[in-house]
């Protein structure tokens, strides 16, 4: 269920931006909006796979910084 939420999310990225601006316009915010072309799903597959390497990278890095050994973090 997750994934077709995110992916019914990207489809409609373009909307998405459309009511952030709107939403900062309102706040007297400006903000200058670029046209943003809707992901095509080989777009979006590769940014959730980057989103998860981005979170795995830093567990591991929070982890070392705790003390704990490259190969006890590789075991679990």
Known sequence: MT???ERFLATQSVAL???????????GKTLVAAPVEPLTVQQYRAQQ???????????VHKLRQQGYQVLDIAHD
């Open 49 to 59: 796979r980057r989103a998860k390497r981005l979170a795995n990278y830093e567990q």
């Open 17 to 27: 931006k459309a009511v952030d601006l709107a939403h900062h316009q309102a706040l």
């Open 3 to 5: 994934f077709d939420i």
